[in-house]
């Protein structure tokens, strides 16, 4: 049995809040510079070197790549051979948030109560926290802030089995299409598909974790992945709303064992930046 103390989850969380914020991924930057030789719209070009020049400026300045520092959402990996000692972990991992997002001198964004008194928290805290007991005596910590823009533009729907894969495409494309400028493309989308409504939820979040050069396991989603991302780039949105033929960088898709009575997909977007950083303890 392996003992790790809260506070190290703490300044974990802390950093990866940071991290997450002021530096884009490699797979992003390559994607953004991969869809710049690719876009024929001249103003989608320009844009598309503006970004890739905005995340060199938040990584060489120490500053967030967004005003919009999101809602921090954790994955956390526990392994069932670690003792986690010293506290409690969502009250370590919520004052990890507090102290990244003050630090690091990170918009505060989360409302304490959604309706009816929309109070500032003052620290980005609560997090939105998904907790997996896995094998192994390590936590795994991936924190993806998300940003607004693009989260009120997500869908979910309830299809019927005999609906099948047109009303699929359809359902990604309409949402693409209708989301327009507010996502801030070029953009990722996360697509869950099986499980129940939450599941379906929860799935099309977590994809959009997976690098955006990497491609489902699965030959027949991967397959899917491709034809969705060739529509997508179809509907004309272009980077940030402005027409071109680079409206997402990627498709990602997890899947999930359903009901035989159903069918559940979720399609949750990113932004350009796509954020998140990980580390195991």
């Known amino acids: 049995m392996r003992t790790i103390e809260v506070s190290q989850i703490t300044a974990a969380v802390a950093k990866l809040a940071i991290d997450a914020n002021y530096y884009l991924s490699d797979d992003i ?4 510079e991969a869809g710049r030789e690719r876009e024929e719209s001249p103003l989608g070009k320009a844009i598309l070197g503006q970004l890739v020049e905005n995340a060199c400026i938040a990584r060489d300045e120490q500053m967030p790549i967004c005003q919009d520092t ?6 956390i990996e526990v392994g069932q051979d670690v003792h986690i000692v010293g506290g409690n972990l969502e009250d370590a991992i919520n004052a990890g948030v507090a102290q990244g997002y003050t630090e690091g001198y990170l918009r505060k964004s989360v409302v304490a109560e959604p309706l009816f008194n929309r109070k500032n928290t003052g620290d980005n805290t609560p997090c939105v926290l998904h907790t997996a007991i896995v ?14 823009g693009s989260e009120n533009m997500s869908a979910l729907k309830m299809f019927k089995p005999a609906d099948g894969l047109p009303a699929i495409k359809k359902f990604v494309v309409d949402t693409i299409f209708n989301a327009g400028s507010n996502p801030c493309p070029p953009i990722v989308v996360g697509i869950g598909i099986g499980g129940t409504m939450e599941k379906a939820a929860f799935l ?5 974790l997976r690098p955006v050069n990497k491609r489902s396991s699965h030959p027949e989603y991967a397959k899917l992945e491709q034809e969705l991302l060739e529509l997508v780039n179809k509907t ?3 980077p940030q709303g ?11 898709i997890e899947y999930y064992p359903t009901h035989i009575a159903g069918l559940p997909v979720a399609i949750n977007i990113n932004c350009h930046a796509t954020r998140h950083a990980e580390v195991e303890l």
């Open 29 to 32: 930057r390559e994607a953004l």
């Open 204 to 208: 099309a979040k977590r994809s959009l």
């Open 70 to 75: 999101g809602m921090a959402v954790i994955f």
């Open 236 to 238: 004309g949105v272009g």
């Open 242 to 252: 402005l027409g071109g033929r680079v409206t997402a960088l990627a498709v990602n």
């Open 135 to 148: 094998p192994g005596d390590k936590i795994k910590i991936t924190l993806a802030p998300k940003g607004f």
